[in-house]
């Protein structure tokens, strides 16, 4: 935890984590790894593409199933992006995704 002082006032920056998530940005980007948001700068840690989600249900399907025989995942780097570029998030089954 970061703490600035400034005209005797302390600030603490904070970091907001929650849990696996997958995100869709704007321009068809569906990316899953470990949420994280400090702002309006969001991250995700052990990240990976969703290239093909091989559901027949929709990315519902993949949430609560984790990855299916026709899904295809490309790990990545950590994912940074505004939350202004965010058009959705969704909880996935944790223990489906391990």
Known sequence: M???????????EEKVSTKKQIVILNRGWVVVGDYSEKGDDCSLENASVIR????EKGLGEL???GVLVDTILDPCPTVRFSKMTMVARMDVNESKWS
């Not at 970061?2 to 603490?12: A, E, F, L, M, R």
């Not at 093909?52 to 559901?55: D, F, K, N």
């Open 2 to 12: 970061k703490k600035i002082t400034n005209d005797s006032v302390v600030y603490v």
């Open 52 to 55: 093909r989600w091989g559901t």
């Open 63 to 65: 949430a609560m199933n």
